[in-house]
């Protein structure tokens, strides 16, 4: 039986997985690519999506990636992690992409109810120095800039993963989006139907 025909008959056979979709610091105004992956995870999930710029209230912050980042390290990030905690009670398994990885983070440190956190180019980690208690997966571009080591991301027992010759919006490449669905699928529908 295939890869494919089996997460196909695990689907069918059990109640879909709740997932949170968080996006990057653009929200939904440069996000096209997310409707690659909605592609290949909606037949197998429960799926909410939430735009990080609507959560932390900084739509208003300008178009400059600069003037995005000053307002989520500025208290954007915090806002939204409250916001999260908020509206989200239900356990849950969450994919994010750039800031929406910050932003989940602060918020399963503050009590969010993740079942898993797989975070693409997460910003503002390194000084971090507790992590959430629940599975965590990090990826990252080889020139993505300012990011956590592997040491730092061993010593608290993150599951890390740097890709060769990728930036920091790696995952709107369709390499990486088939990749990272696929382990996903992996990780949680096995699970699930082993469990």
Partial sequence: MSRINLLILINTTTMAERLVILSDMWGSKKGLWITSYLGYLQ??????FYDSQQLSGIESAGNTPENICEALA?????RAARQLLRKEKIPS????????????????????????????????LSEQLEKPSCPVKLMFGEYHGD?????????????????????????????????????????????????
């Fill in 74 to 78: 500025g208290g954007g990030v915090e």
């Fill in 93 to 124: 398994h969450y994919l994010t992409f750039c800031a929406g990885g910050t932003i989940a983070w602060q918020a399963a440190l503050m009590g969010l109810p993740v079942k898993s956190l797989y975070s693409i180019s997460p910003v503002l």
């Fill in 43 to 48: 037949q197998y999930f429960d799926i909410v």
């Fill in 147 to 195: 990011i956590p080591s592997a040491s730092w991301a061993v010593s608290r027992g993150i599951e890390y993963k740097m890709v060769p010759r990728f930036g920091r919006e790696l995952y709107s490449d369709e390499k990486i989006i088939r990749e990272v669905c696929m382990n996903l699928l992996d990780d949680v529908l096995k699970k699930q139907y082993q469990g």
